[in-house]
């Protein structure tokens, strides 16, 4: 089981970026998917959660600006980022409560990452 992120890169300040995230392998359920975020020298910081309903919740400081959506046919939860600003760089990371099989609780799993790097 594995969560394979995509989508960063090196973007002028204004622009947008599109993240995913997809998770792969033998899973009965997903649950809460999300974002963090962690920029050098700081702690991992929350930035958006959606529920299996697709109920979402989004940090005050992107709120406006970005979107998290999911695919539940694809396993795979989104991040649509707009007027980016130079403190949005960080490593993005993408986070999933699964539970692999009937037996099993749900468990958080991480992606392992995606530089989003917004110049000025």
């Known amino acids: 089981v594995q969560l394979q992120a995509s989508g960063g890169g090196l973007v002028q300040a204004g622009g947008s970026l599109r993240l995913s995230c997809a998770a792969s392998?033998?899973?009965?359920?997903?649950?809460?998917m999300g974002w963090y975020r962690q920029a050098p020298g700081t702690q991992r910081e929350f930035v958006a959660v959606?529920?299996?309903?697709?109920?979402?919740n989004h940090a005050d400081s992107v709120k406006g600006r970005f979107k998290i959506s999911r695919d539940s046919a694809k396993n795979t939860v989104y991040l649509q980022m707009n007027s980016l600003k130079p403190e949005d760089t960080a490593v993005y990371y993408c986070?999933?409560?699964?539970?692999?099989?009937?037996?099993?609780?749900?468990?958080?799993?991480w992606g392992q990452g995606t530089q989003v790097t917004v110049s000025s």
């Open positions: 959606i529920g299996a309903s697709g109920s979402t």
């Open positions: 986070n999933a409560n699964l539970k692999l099989n009937r037996q099993t609780a749900y468990v958080y799993y």
């Open positions: 392998g033998s899973i009965f359920s997903i649950g809460v």
